[in-house]
T-cell receptor
Framework: SQQGEEDPQALSIQEGENATMNCSYK?????LQWYRQNSGRGLVHLIL?????REKHSGRLRVTLDTSKKSSSLLITASRAADTASYFC??????????FGPGTRLSVLP | DAGVIQSPRHEVTEMGQEVTLRCKPI?????LFWYRQTMMRGLELLIY????????DSGMPEDRFSAKMPNASFSTLKIQPSEPRDSAVYFC????????????FGSGTRLTVV
């Protein structure tokens, strides 16, 4: 299966600290996406990184991709209580058929 | 743009009843996806459409589930008959073929079958 697997399953940090979540996958991909889901809501797209890219930034988010290790990381800098959510990686090896991992539950404590 | 609109937001039904979930994708998006989310199984892709045509329905649990997309602005997911194990949050999402912007998800329908 190409399904991504996030690590850790749960993460608890203090406001202002950085949060790092990892995603590992099994098969080759053409791109990888990260999503956020607040409790009781739909998923929100955060960032897409293509297989020929190594790093992308969006505001306080930094995503890296290492295709040789089949892994990606999502770094949230200077975390805020509002960042409390579940974070998912989604991988696709063709077209639009993305498969989502089980997610990392992030808690940012004030 | 109002985003992806799903209805109803909550549905409680009795076992054996027919349930119809509705989705209006974002105008201009040519892909539409139906997902189911549970604590035990996470997010599961049920079926997706491209230009209103079903492309992959291998995730549909069984014949009790069916999905249609009669036009570019509307899709339904029907469960008949419903069973308690169908209780979950059902999400609809849409995207452009270019992939720019990723998927846009609706707010979901929380289905409870009693």
């Amino acid at each position: 299966s190409q399904q991504g697997e996030e690590d850790p399953q749960a993460l608890s940090i203090q406001e202002g600290e950085n949060a790092t979540m990892n995603c590992s996958y099994k098969t080759s991909i053409n791109n990888l996406q990260w999503y956020r889901q607040n409790s009781g809501r739909g998923l929100v797209h955060l960032i897409l990184i293509r297989s020929n890219e190594r790093e992308k930034h969006s505001g306080r988010l930094r995503v890296t991709l290492d295709t040789s290790k089949k892994s990606s990381s999502l770094l949230i800098t200077a975390s805020r209580a509002a960042d409390t959510a579940s974070y998912f990686c989604a991988t696709a090896n063709y077209g639009q058929n993305f498969v989502f991992g089980p997610g990392t539950r992030l808690s940012v404590l004030p | 743009d109002a985003g992806v609109i799903q209805s109803p937001r909550h549905e409680v039904t009795e076992m054996g009843q027919e349930v119809t979930l509705r989705c209006k994708p974002i105008s201009g998006h040519d892909y539409l996806f139906w997902y189911r989310q549970t604590m035990m199984r996470g997010l599961e892709l049920l079926i997706y459409f491209n230009n209103n045509v079903p492309i992959d329905d291998s995730g549909m649990p069984e014949d009790r589930f069916s999905a249609k997309m009669p036009n570019a602005s509307f899709s339904t997911l029907k469960i008949q008959p419903s069973e308690p194990r169908d209780s979950a949050v059902y999400f609809c999402a849409s995207s452009r073929s270019s992939g720019v912007g990723g998927y846009t998800f609706g707010s979901g329908t929380r289905l409870t079958v009693v």
